[in-house]
C-alpha cells in the first residue's frame, strides 16, 4: 500500500515562510510527476506547482517568484518552500504524486490528506 503524508503546515505571519514536506512510502517502484495543489474554502482546488524528472518544473502565476517546489528521489519526498506568504496562500496544501506500485502495473495517482496553512495579515 502506497501512502502520502504532508507535513509542514502550520499559523504564520505575512511575509513569512513555510516549508512543506510531502513523504511517499510503501511498496514503490518509481515516481513520476510530483504536485502541490491547495484548496482555500469556498474554493476550487488548485494546481500549485509540480516537478517532472523530464520537463522539470512549472507553478501558478499566483506563487511564481515566491514558492519553490523540489524533491528528494532517495527519500521519495517532495518539498514546497513557501516565501513572502500571503493571506489569500490560506488554504489546506495536499501533495499528490503519479507513482507505480509493486502491485500495480501502471502508474496511478496518490493523494495526501492535507496539510493546514494559515496567513495571518
Known amino acids: 500500500q502506497v501512502q502520502l503524508v504532508e507535513s509542514g503546515g502550520g499559523l504564520v505571519q505575512a511575509g513569512g515562510s513555510l516549508r512543506l514536506s510531502c513523504a511517499a512510502s510503501?511498496?514503490?517502484?518509481?515516481?513520476?510527476?510530483m504536485r502541490w495543489y491547495r484548496q482555500a474554502p469556498g474554493k476550487q482546488r488548485e494546481l500549485v506547482a509540480a516537478?517532472?524528472?523530464?520537463?522539470?518544473?512549472n507553478y501558478a502565476d499566483s506563487v511564481k517568484g515566491r514558492f519553490t517546489i523540489s524533491r528528494d528521489n532517495a527519500k521519495n519526498t517532495v518539498y514546497l518552500q513557501m516565501n513572502s506568504l500571503k493571506p489569500e496562500d490560506t488554504a489546506v496544501y495536499y501533495c499528490?504524486?503519479?507513482?507505480?506500485?509493486?502491485?500495480?502495473?501502471?502508474?496511478?495517482?496518490?493523494w495526501g490528506q492535507g496539510t493546514q496553512v494559515t496567513v495571518s495579515s
Open positions: 516537478i517532472s524528472p523530464i520537463s522539470g518544473t
Open positions: 499528490n504524486a503519479d507513482i507505480w506500485a509493486v502491485t500495480v502495473s501502471k502508474f496511478i495517482v496518490y
Open positions: 510503501g511498496s514503490i517502484v518509481s515516481i513520476n510527476v
